[in-house]
T-cell receptor
């Protein structure tokens, strides 16, 4: 099956800093999504981004399908951005990467 | 956005008992729902795919007699952990397929004593 690698596994940021999270795929993927899981476990859809670039406030995402990767940008990070960020893709099911744990310190 | 509600959020039970977790899509109909399991500091692992009106499809290694899934209506799927044991303690998350996107419930944290 398709393998997905998320990097970095852990990220510690000072409030206000910018960061980039990455997902690499071993093969072409469909219907890529980014999720944020907050410290209470709730998963929030961030982006549905099979290709191209989207922005939502301080977050933006870019998927380059031909090169099999996707990036999530966090700008001016806030403590509420803490949690785990997952990329996920569809084959016959939604498969998740291992996640990047982000800690934003005040 | 679409809302998926999961209940209960927390449950503590004694070893050997059964626990039922409900997953409801509140503002859309979901012919397909998914059940995931997440251990601490790990990713989500799909347990089974639940289709309304038919038997669930279980992932390899998931015991279908232990994790009973029922999807009796277009807005409700249930997961019953039968004869729970401490190793079943985990975070269980359901999701419902909306219009091309997957929406997640709040999760249910099961602790088996």
């Amino acid at each position: 099956g398709i393998q997905v690698e998320q990097s970095p596994p852990d990220l510690i940021l000072q409030e206000g800093a910018n960061s980039t999270l990455r997902c690499n795929f071993s093969d072409s993927v469909n219907n890529l999504q980014w999720f944020h899981q907050n410290p209470w476990g709730q998963l929030i859809n961030l982006f549905y981004i099979p290709s191209g670039t989207k922005q939502n406030g301080r977050l933006s995402a870019t998927t380059v399908a031909t090169e099999r990767y996707s990036l999530l940008y966090i700008s001016s990070s806030q403590t509420t951005d803490s949690g785990v960020y997952f990329c996920a893709f569809w084959d016959y099911k939604l498969s998740f990467g291992a996640g990047t744990t982000v800690t934003v310190r005040a | 956005g679409a809302v998926v509600s999961q209940h209960p959020s927390w449950v503590i039970c004694k070893s050997g008992t059964s626990v039922k977790i409900e997953c409801r899509s509140l503002d859309f109909q979901a012919t397909t729902m998914f059940w995931y399991r997440q251990f601490p500091k790990q990713s989500l692992m799909l347990m089974a795919t639940s289709n309304e009106g038919s038997k669930a499809t279980y992932e390899q290694g998931v015991e279908k007699d232990k994790f009973l899934i029922n999807h009796a209506s277009l807005t409700l799927s249930t997961l019953t952990v039968t004869s729970a044991h401490p190793e079943d303690s985990s975070f269980y998350i359901c999701s419902a397929l909306g219009t091309g996107e997957l929406f997640f419930g709040e999760g249910s944290r099961l602790t088996v004593l």
